[in-house]
């Protein structure tokens, strides 16, 4: 049989890697691994790593490889990646990270599929990282108070939940996490293209919809050229 599919979304805070997983997850029925999502339930959980996350995660910067790839390790232990494949947010960010990924997909039987790179201009990330808000209550309350204002404001449209601004969404920290961006995550997008496996997006200001089909066209592709 042949494995499920393994990807990857790359692309600087703010270009939509959460927005778009979610139409490919749909699609494809395997489960969204955001390492961001998963500090942070960390720190509301009050657990250990969410304690060391918080400290990095305050400042826009990166949450060391060793407490990172503890996270990502555990998470693909699940029986669901495995059976079902895997769509990474926000993984790998750093080429240590990049590096670990092989082992760490071919220890479930997976092989890293592509690499979708989303493009997006320094303005429009700004736009979007100030302007977003999300649901304290349900992960799928994700609003933007310019292109996607919720109905209510305040109020999550899914559930009647509070809205809330990451406190990583200042803009004194975006400016620093844009800049860890591309120092150290921009060095993988040569990374994966020298291997092949990257395709450029670009993120405009268009419907979510057809960069989605667009993206999903990509992995059929991808899946079909396997062999
Ligand atoms: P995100 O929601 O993906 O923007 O992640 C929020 C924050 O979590 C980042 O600014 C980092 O502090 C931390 N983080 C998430 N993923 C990683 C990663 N792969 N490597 C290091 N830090 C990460």
Same mark, same amino acid.
């Given at each position: =049989?042949?494995?499920?599919?393994? =990807?990857?979304f790359l692309g600087?805070?703010?270009?939509?890697k959460g927005t778009y997983c979610k139409e490919i997850t749909a699609h494809y029925g395997c489960p969204q691994v955001s390492t961001g999502d998963m500090f942070r339930l960390a720190v509301k959980e009050g657990t250990a790593i969410g304690a060391k996350a918080k400290v990095y995660m305050d400042q826009g910067a990166l949450v060391p490889d060793e407490v990172v790839l503890e996270v990502v390790r555990g998470r693909l232990g699940h029986a669901d990646c495995r059976e079902h494949g895997i769509i990474?947010?926000?993984?790998p960010r750093t080429l240590a990270q990049a590096d670990a990924l092989p082992e760490l997909l071919g220890s479930i039987?997976?092989?890293?599929?592509?690499v979708v790179n989303l493009q997006v201009g320094h303005d429009i990330l700004i736009r979007r990282l100030t302007g977003r808000r999300m649901c304290r209550s349900c992960s799928r309350g994700n609003f933007n108070i310019y292109s996607l204002p919720p109905k209510r404001e305040g109020i999550c449209d899914y559930c009647g939940g509070e809205?809330?601004? %990451?406190?990583?969404? %200042?803009l004194d920290v975006i400016e620093n996490r844009l800049a860890v961006y591309h120092k150290q995550t921009s060095p993988l997008?040569?990374?994966y293209r020298g291997r092949g496996l990257l395709r450029d997006m670009e993120v405009g200001s268009g419907d979510i919809q057809v960069l989605a089909g667009a993206i999903l066209a990509e992995i059929a592709s991808s899946l079909k050229s396997r062999g």
């Open positions: =049989m042949t494995p499920p599919l393994a =990807m990857v600087p805070p703010g270009a939509g990474l947010d926000g993984f039987g997976l092989s890293l599929d592509l809205l809330y601004q %990451r406190d990583d969404d %200042r997008v040569d990374y």
